[in-house]
Each structure stands twice: as C-alpha cells, then as structure tokens.
C-alpha cells in the first residue's frame, strides 16, 4: 500500500497573518486614541514601538512560512501574503518617519531672526515637557543653511513670476490707467 503524505500547513504562514493583523489594529487605536488626547504621548511613543516590532516580527513569520512553502509545498500561501502586505502596511509610516528624519534638517527650534530671537512664553509649560535651552551655534549654522536655501527659491518664484507678468503684459496689453 501507497501512503501519500498529506501537504502540511505552515503555522508560520498563520502567525504572520495574526501578528500583522493585530500590529495594524494596536497602531489604528493607539492613532485615535492619541488624536483624542485619550493616551498621553510617551505613551503613544512606546506603543508605536511595540507595533512596529509586531510588525517586523510579522514579517520575520512571513519569511520563514514562505522558505517552508517554497522547500516544503507547506499550504499558507494566502496567510502569508496577507501577512506581509498586512506588516509592510504598517511599517510604512516608520519608514516616512525615517526618510524624513534623515533629510530634513534637526532643527528643534526655528527663528527669523537669528540674530535677536524672541523669547518663547514658558509659563504654561509642566514638569513632564522636556527643559527648552537655547539653540547651539552648531543648530544656528544649520537654520541659517536651510533659511538660505528658503531664501533662493523665494528668489526664483519671484522671478518667475515677474517674467510671467511682462509674457501676459505682452499679450493682453498693458492694464487700463485708473
């Protein structure tokens, strides 16, 4: 007598699916809730890290699920998609976040006058908010970059629009003295 095996089903595969699911669920609610004041943002910090750490463990199942079902023929193929676009879903704005943290510049603080900043009111502040201290000459250097790189392109749309005013000028004809 033939014994056939019957195909396995990969409990990676169903983990992932569960994980991910459950990641995506904790973000939407710790969102609401912290848009609601309902949880305090320290809170809402670590919460976030808990959910991008499902999330990533989401897809460190997926990848195990899919070596056994390329190695094996294990079922789960549809657990795992699942759980990987589920996860990648959800560690989509991390990546948002990320990018943009490495890009921008680390300003905390953001004058238009370098040279005399206004004092900022610090009477409503509490004991939970981080201490305010004054930008360092190293934090004045990179506002004073990213002001000038603000500055070239006010320079450029100005242009651009007093050439677009001379082309319109020339085509309609000069605007009627009041």
């Known amino acids: 007598m033939v014994v056939i095996a019957e195909r396995q089903t990969s409990s990676a595969a169903g983990w992932s699916r569960r994980t991910a699911a459950f990641s995506l669920v904790l973000l939407l609610t710790v969102l609401v809730g912290?848009?609601?004041?309902?949880?305090e943002t320290p809170v809402f910090l670590w919460v976030l890290a808990i959910v991008a750490l499902l999330a990533a463990f989401a897809l460190l199942f997926a990848g195990f699920?899919?070596?056994r079902l390329w190695n094996f023929g294990d079922r789960g193929g549809r657990d795992l998609s699942v759980g990987a676009l589920l996860a990648l879903l959800v560690l989509a704005p991390f990546g948002v976040a990320a990018y943009w943290a490495t890009t921008s510049p680390p300003l905390r603080d953001i004058s238009t006058d370098l040279d005399d900043p206004p004092v900022l009111d610090?009477?409503?502040?509490?004991?939970?908010?981080?201490?305010?201290?004054?930008?360092?000459?190293?934090?004045?250097?990179?506002?004073?970059?990213?002001?000038?790189?603000?500055?070239?392109?006010a320079g450029r749309i100005v242009d651009f629009l007093?050439?677009?005013?001379?082309?319109?000028?020339?085509?309609v004809g000069p605007a009627p003295a009041e």
């Open 65 to 67: 699920a899919l070596s």
């Open 122 to 153: 610090t009477s409503d502040r509490t004991a939970d908010m981080n201490v305010l201290s004054p930008p360092t000459p190293g934090e004045q250097r990179l506002q004073g970059d990213a002001d000038s790189d603000i500055g070239d392109n």
């Open 34 to 39: 912290h848009q609601f004041d309902l949880v």
């Open 162 to 171: 007093g050439e677009l005013d001379q082309e319109v000028a020339g085509q």
